[in-house]
């Protein structure tokens, strides 16, 4: 069986869904750039060799249903259970392999999931620029793997490490690379020399309106 790429959302509803990025955007546009990390996310991820993908979303939702992606729903709990419950259950599965991405790197390089990938870890992660990670691969889970983690914070993959490394797991750290949070990180996605598609058409939407508003 081949290893499962599992990409973690919510449901693209205004006021949900990227809020640390209003009110520089509309509760609206917030959830329309949302919804196109997503497909990019999506498209981009169909293309790693030798794996399946899976769209886990928080509730119900049929936003991106004309994908194909086999569709799952989200365990209760905090993140940190839902995290967990989906390795252990693709695993249980049968699958050598799990990894788990975010919503927030429309630009990551397909390059670095392989790598998370093929690492022979237990566990392998990929750490971003703002101290967190955009993805964790396991070939072994714990229970405690993510006990003691401050999510969404500057420490989150310090924490995380700390966590795995109790639980006598080898981990390892794969390449670096940046999200989208904040409103600065809007300027920096702007200029990206590998845009996505359904990011690129958010930006000719919106984004022109953003910056012209005034001060």
Known sequence: MQPVIILFAKAPIPG?????????????????????????????????????????????????????????????????????????????????????????????????????????????LGPTDDGGYYAVAARKTHLCMFDDVAWSGPLTLEHTLRAIERCNLTVELGPRWWDIDEPQDLERLATSPDLPPRTTQWFAEYYNQMVSRPK
Do not use: C, N
């Open 16 to 124: 949900r869904v990227k809020t640390r990025l209003q009110p520089t955007l509309s509760a609206a546009s917030a959830a329309a750039l949302y919804e196109g990390f997503v497909w990019d996310m999506i498209q981009r991820l169909q293309s790693v060799t030798g794996a399946v993908l899976e769209l886990h979303t928080d509730i119900p939702t049929d936003a991106w249903a004309a994908s194909g992606v086999a569709q799952l729903l989200q365990s209760e709990g905090g993140l940190q259970l839902k995290m967990l419950h989906a390795l252990d259950q693709a695993l249980l599965r049968g699958h050598p392999k799990a990894i788990i991405l975010g919503t927030d790197a429309p630009t990551l390089p397909v390059a670095h999931v392989e790598h998370l990938l093929a690492s022979k870890a237990d566990v392998a």
